[in-house]
């Protein structure tokens, strides 16, 4: 019987031959990343062990991404905590280079490794052929302590892709069109596996994309072959495969669906759940207050290119707060050299720094009391980006510009 | 307005700025009554709670210095102190206070002569007295005055725009 | 008898031709600048004291720059009060991420020299720089300019500060100003005005003058004032009349205090915890170890200083575990930074580049510290608590110290 990815990436991880959905193994991580949205909780819970140690030094990035600036003295404290712990220990430490997750998958994230992030959206490794999950303090500080973790091999529902994205629509619209189809919790503890001939038409960043947003549909993890994209990109930032994996032909799956890329259509996920969903048509008219491009879900390059085409010449709407926040330095090096950051301050737009933003409701752009954003980021829940009466409209990187210039929803061809 | 009252003394030093006065992290608080437990809080977060109405603040050269923050002045007087006296006043805070109705006493000598909690008598435009000894203080030129009778620049305003 | 600069302008808009220091007058003003943290309570003071229109709409602009990007979930009712009280009274200067007000008002053209000009903030002295009269003022007072198109002043005596050889290299205008606020203390100048002059002040940028305009409040000014001359007709897009060239102090006027100084002698400063007139020469602050450097604010975040920080940090990578935090003054400075490269020299170099507003200056955001935290920043206050806990130390210092102490991580000088 053939095995998953998730299920030969568990196997080597165990060091065992074969690995099968439900069953419980002991693991060795490949890598433990943290950000200073709660390695500040790890910390107290380590200094308090009997015999504090962390088992491979290397293996620890930690990344401050979610408050970067600072916005309190209560912030810049725990952040200090992670510094200061960083600094004695040789951490690979981060501070204002970018969201965790485009840091890692620039400088770190390898095939077939299993990595452990003390956040939900570590799925996004997944472009890459590595097994990322997000953990709380607790499994965080037991891996860094003991190097090992406990994984129950999770059973995968397989997306065969086939055709090619319409022109204007993007990978955003086809992941939250399958969060939509399978629902909040239709991967709960499962690994969703892409593949299928309409896999090697999408980028790497397409690929992040979809990979970061499975664990809204609950995913444990989401998967993708290695291919020559994947492969380019790793070489291009100087890294090796630990192990290529691919799916075998007569894997089992607790699922396989069969997507027709041609058919997707730009999508809105309306407050305030992500699998919300309609097609941004149908939102048309909504008045917004702001705007956010970036987050770990779409804040590359390739999103800010579509941004700028789209708001070169002209001006975001006078009562809109347009935020545009590359995902970490090396996009924002990449977009100044391009001249889009240029065209997003000639726009009126507001640009940040690399950081998580008002896709987590943190210091950079939070909203008020009765405002609506629409947000290329990762989530909508209720009083995520500020004020607990509050409204989120997730879309794409075109939809969300082409708002912020109309004032109100509106896809990109309607603008 | 010749006017007499007993107060208890707060002493403050030199240089109180208007971020020791009211941080900024505080002013967009809706109101006043919501910045008052953090009055004066970098420097002495308990006061604010300690402060009772009808109290004077007795401070050292160039009192109130800084921002424009005209919650300084306010959220001095929404904690009910009376006056304050200094060895001098910045000259932003002046106005505001001025503008507020708050009573501000300008005397070098006051401040090396009490300590907090004694008990001063504070007679407007001619003197305090403390520990037996007179400390005479200025009055206010005509105009301000005419602000502050008036109950301060708002009300002054409306008397002009015939609303009182 | 001849007349300071500021009896000149008082001369001027009152059209009294004899009044001087000391005498309290009227005055026509002739712009004025709200910003986003006092809108609301202008807004209702304005409405509570009766009046129902603006005495000139095109004289009021209101720039939303402390609360951008907001950090809190209340800060955008700012803008929601700003926006509907331009509406409802047809103000059409809003800027809504811009930049800080103090460095949009003279940029965009809104002061021009001579005038008379008030803002809700008291760094509002820094109009001086292309010789306008302008100081802070709270937002009653600013309520009852909206209506009313006039304030009463006293008209302040002057401090005359002349400045006069060629300045140190790494030694900035900003070291002056810090330099000067020490000797005359954090009141020294209180309820008057500081003039300068002299041949270092005239070959200064017009950027330069800004910041020394912008700190006079911190020796208490009420107004700092420049001569116009050919740069502050370029930076203001005019031709100068006869009216704005003579905006000179008088030999014979009369001043309270003469201060001169030899460019030669300023060495670069450090204004040290917690007053600016805390001053001490950066030589004696070496090895000092700080986490934290801090460029921008209406001071000194302006291209020249952006420029001189990108000079020393080319090549070269801020100390690890320091963070480097870098917020233009305004738009048009980090669109201008964009083209020059100095914004990819200091991105490359490691620094956290913000959009352009207050930032960390004003303490809301933007790099907030926390107990025994050291930061050296080129604003203008280093208050008790003003850029997080009591137990954070603040150096102010000029852009070249600054960034000489992110590479090094500790104080140095440059």
Redesign the interface.
């Known amino acids: 019987m053939g095995m998953t990815i998730a299920e030969k990436i568990v196997a080597r991880a165990a060091k065992v031959s074969e690995t099968r959905a439900g069953e419980i193994h002991t693991v060795e991580l490949d890598r433990l990343m943290s950000n200073d949205g709660t390695t500040h909780l790890t910390i107290d819970m380590y200094n308090k062990l009997k015999h504090p140690r962390i088992q491979d030094v290397s293996k620890l990035v930690w990344i401050v991404d979610h408050n ?10 725990s952040q ?1 905590k992670m ?1 200061d712990f ?2 004695a220990n040789g951490i690979t ?1 981060y ?2 280079e970018g969201v965790c997750h485009q840091v890692m998958m620039e400088n770190h994230v390898c095939p077939g490794e299993l990595i452990f992030g003390a956040d939900s959206h570590t799925c996004a490794y997944g472009a890459l052929g590595a097994f990322g999950t997000g953990v709380g303090c607790t499994d965080y500080l037991y891996a860094m302590v003991t190097g090992t973790s406990w994984v129950m091999v999770p059973e995968t529902l397989r997306f065969n892709l086939h055709g090619q994205l319409p022109e204007g629509v993007y990978a955003r619209d086809l992941i939250l069109t399958i969060i939509g189809k399978i629902g909040a919790n239709g991967a709960n503890y499962k690994a969703m596996e892409f593949g299928g001939e309409g896999l090697a038409t999408l980028s790497m960043s397409d690929r992040i994309s979809v990979c970061n947003l499975c664990v809204e549909a609950g995913a444990k993890t989401a998967l993708m072959e290695v291919d020559e994209t994947a492969m380019e990109f790793l070489r291009a930032h100087d890294r090796e495969p630990k192990a290529l994996f691919t799916a075998d032909e007569d894997a089992e799956y607790a699922e396989v669906y069969d997507i027709d890329l041609t058919t997707v259509v730009p999508i809105v996920a309306k407050p305030h759940f992500v699998d919300n969903v309609v097609p941004a048509t149908e939102c048309a008219g909504t008045r917004i ?1 702001e705007a956010f491009l970036g987050s770990c879900n779409n804040g590359r390059i390739e999103d800010l290119r579509v941004g700028a085409s789209i708001i070169k010449g002209k001006k975001v709407h ?2 809109v ?1 347009f ?1 545009v926040v590359p995902a970490s ?1 090396s996009v ?2 990449q977009a ?2 391009e001249g889009l ?2 065209i997003f ?2 726009a ?1 737009a ?4 690399p950081n998580c ?1 008002v896709c987590w409701g943190s ?7 009765g ?1 609506t954003l629409i947000s290329t980021g990762t989530r909508n829940f209720k009083g995520r980006a ?2 607990r009466n509050s409204f989120v409209y997730l879309a794409d990187a075109a939809t969300v510009t082409a708002s912020a210039i109309k004032g109100e929803i509106t896809t990109a061809d309607n603008l | 307005m010749s006017e007499k009252f007993k107060a208890r003394v707060w002493v403050l030093g030199d ?1 109180i ?4 006065i009211i ?3 505080y ?4 109101t006043v009554e919501d910045m008052k437990p953090y009055a004066f ?3 002495r977060p308990e006061l604010a709670g300690q402060i009772l109405p009808g109290d004077i603040i007795v401070a050292g ?2 009192f109130g ?6 919650q300084a ?1 306010e959220v001095i007087k929404a904690l009910g102190i009376r006056c304050v006296v200094a060895g ?5 805070f002046f ?2 206070a001025i ?2 109705g708050l009573l501000l006493i300008e005397n070098a000598d006051l401040h090396d002569a009490v300590k907090e909690g004694d008990e001063v008598e504070v007679e407007v435009g001619v003197k305090i007295t403390a520990g037996g000894r007179d400390f005479p203080i200025p009055s206010l ?1 005509d ?1 301000l005055l005419e602000i502050l009778n008036a109950g ?3 009300k002054a ?2 008397r ?4 009182e | 008898m001849g007349a300071t600069i500021i009896e000149k302008i008082i001369r001027r808009n009152t059209g009294l031709p004899e009044v001087k220091a000391g005498d ?1 007058v009227t005055v026509q003003v002739d712009r004025v600048m709200i910003h986003d ?2 809108i609301p ?1 202008v807004a209702d ?1 304005f409405e ?4 129902t229109r603006l005495w000139d709409p095109d004289k009021v602009v209101l720039i939303y720059d ?15 009060v700003g ?1 509907a009280f331009a509406e409802k009274y047809g103000m059409t200067h ?1 800027h ?2 811009d930049g800080i007000c103090h460095q949009l008002m003279p940029e965009a053209g809104y002061v021009k020299p001579g005038n008379v000009v008030f ?4 760094h ?1 002295t820094t109009y001086g720089c292309v010789g306008a009269f302008s ?7 600013m ?2 300019i909206l ?2 198109g006039t304030l ?1 002043i006293r008209i302040p005596p002057t401090i005359r500060v002349n400045i006069n050889g060629t300045l140190p290299e790494n030694v900035t205008s900003k070291d002056v100003i810090l330099r000067l606020i020490g000797d005359l203390g ?2 020294g100048a ?2 008057q005005a500081l003039e300068f002059a002299g041949d270092t002040i005239e070959s200064m940028s017009l950027a330069s003058r800004m910041t020394m305009a912008n700190m006079a409040i911190e020796g ?1 000014a ?1 107004c700092a004032l420049f001569t116009p001359d050919e740069k502050t007709a370029e930076f203001c897009g005019i031709s100068l009349t006869e009216a704005e060239t003579s905006l000179v102090g008088d030999p014979d006027a009369e001043y309270v205090r003469v201060l001169n100084y030899r460019a030669e002698d300023f060495v670069p400063v450090m204004a040290c915890p917690s ?1 600016v007139d805390n001053i001490h020469p950066v030589a004696e602050l070496a090895g000092t170890k700080i ?1 934290q450097v801090f460029i921008g604010s209406c001071t000194n975040g302006r291209l020249e200083d952006l420029m001189c920080a990108a000079r020393i940090l080319k090549g070269k990578k801020v100390a ?2 320091v ?1 480097l ?1 870098v917020t233009p003054a305004s ?1 048009k400075i ?2 201008e930074a ?2 020059n490269g100095t ?2 020299t200091l ?2 170099a ?1 620094a ?4 352009p507003g207050c ?2 200056c ?12 050291r930061v050296v920043a080129t604003n203008n ?1 280093n ?4 850029m ?3 137990k954070v130390e603040i150096y102010l210092a000029s852009p070249a110290t600054a960034a000489v102490c992110a590479i090094a991580g500790e104080i140095v000088v440059p």
Not at chain 1, 68 to 77: Q, V
Not at chain 3, 135 to 141: A, D, F, K, L, R
Not at chain 3, 383 to 386: Q, T, V
Request: with cysteine; glycine share 12%.
């Open positions: 970067i600036p600072s916005d309190s003295p209560k912030t810049a404290a200090k510094r960083a600094r430490f501070e204002g207050d006078p009562l707060r935020l330095r924002m090096l100044m050299e950051i240029d301050m000639e009126g507001i640009v940040m720094n933003s210091c950079q752009g939070v909203i008020g009391e405002e500020g004020h | 240089d700025d208007t971020d020791i941080p900024t992290e002013l967009a608080l809706k809080s970098p420097l050269k160039n210095c800084g921002s424009s923050r005209e002045p001098s006043f910045a000259r932003i106005r505001n503008n507020n030129p105009n301060g620049l708002v305003m409306r002009r725009n015939g609303l | 309290i943290i006092f309570f003071k509570e004291m009766g009046f402390h609360l951008v990007p907001a950090s809190q979930v209340d800060d955008t009712r700012h803008f929601r926006n809003v809504r991420s803002g809700t903030d008291s509002t100081s802070g003022i709270g937002y009653t007072e309520a009852g209506g009313t009463w954090a009141d209180t309820y208490g009420k007053q986490d690890p575990f963070k935090i738009r980090y669109r964009l083209a914004m990819k991105q490359e490691g956290i580049i913000t959009h930032g960390l004003c303490g809301r955001t933007g790099g907030i510290l926390t107990d025994g935290e206050r208050f008790l608590g003003r997080g806990t009591s």
